[in-house]
């Protein structure tokens, strides 16, 4: 609800406004409501019969055998899935977030799409999911960055992603600054200028995947509709008006994408543009049939970039061991014909 919505709910119950602190300390916090103990135990009762304080259980969860890698597999209370990833870093803990229930983009090369859009999350959903890997990590530690890069695209679901980004950025009580938070799209052009007229200083990364829009049209349906400088003129408006550098993804695809000539189109395509390219050695999924570019034309690759002045990087992987694509193991759970209500048992 946010807290503001919180505190007119208490109002309407007739009860205290203190009430409302308590409530939206506690469910930040991920405890249930019966669990509140600085509620009276028949207040308790009361408002469990009302409202949940987390919209969500995680029903499985793979560790990677680095142990830098969690999937989380999340049932919300519909029995729809999504999941997500959490990564520990030098710099704390990561957790990608999922924003729908599948996806409708049909990118591909992701395993989010395969089984269409189910429905779309809710802002509490959204949100819940930070508060139940919270729970989940060690006494002291928390999520300190989010990247919206679980299944789902962010902004087709643009007023429930922005509605769970403020509310985790709430300056009564901040989980995660916007300023540690990365929104990626695989490029909704209305939505991304919608999303530069908001300021809200976010990272965007931008799912680029090629240098034109021949190749891009191969395996994102998207690039029909917008075009590639439609697209990167819409990060130029971004950079404008929020100050923050644009993060271009680029999943390196063998004989797609990955020749010295599309690093060399790509980087003449965004220069001068204040941006980053992250190159990506494609995570297959069985159905695309595409395979990941080796470590050699990645090397090559970002060593042509980067003599063309682009700054950029090769991402390191996390998480191929448990399936870390976006959708990889909600879809395994999901289809599998052992499942019980889409849930393994």
Known sequence: MGYEGLAEWVRALGLP??????????????????????????????????AVSLPL????????????????LYRFADGQLAEGVLMAHAYGHTLCVSTQAGCRMDCAFCASSKGGLARNLTAGEIFGQVVAANR?????????????MGSGEPL???????AALRALSDT??????????????????????RLAESRLPVTLCVSLHAPNDEIRRRFMPIAHRYGIDETVDACRAFVAATGRRVIFEYAMI????????????????????????????LNPIAECGLRGSNEKAVAAF??????????????????????????QLRRLYAGRPEAIDGVMR
């Open 254 to 281: 063998d004989g797609v994408n990955d020749a010295l000539e599309c690093a060399d189109e790509l980087a003449g395509r965004i220069r001068r543009l204040q941006c980053h390219v992250n190159l990506i050695p």
């Open 136 to 148: 989940a990590l060690a006494p002291g530690a928390r999520v300190r960055n989010v990247v919206l």
């Open 17 to 50: 406004a203190y009430r409302a602190a308590q409530l939206y300390r506690g469910s930040r916090r991920g405890i249930a409501i019966p669990d509140m103990t600085d509620l009276p135990k028949e207040l308790r009762a009361r408002l469990a019969e009302l």
């Open 302 to 327: 970002l060593g042509r970039l980067e003599a063309r002045h682009i700054s950029a990087s090769r991402r390191a992987g996390l998480g191929a061991d448990i399936g870390g694509a976006c959708g």
């Open 156 to 162: 087709d679901n643009y007023d429930a992603t922005v």
């Open 172 to 193: 009564r009580d901040v989980l995660v600054p916007l300023r540690n938070t990365s929104l990626s799209t695989c490029g909704l052009v209305p939505e991304m200028l």
């Open 57 to 72: 259980t995680v029903e499985r969860t793979e560790d990677s055998a680095s142990g830098a890698a969690r999937k989380m």
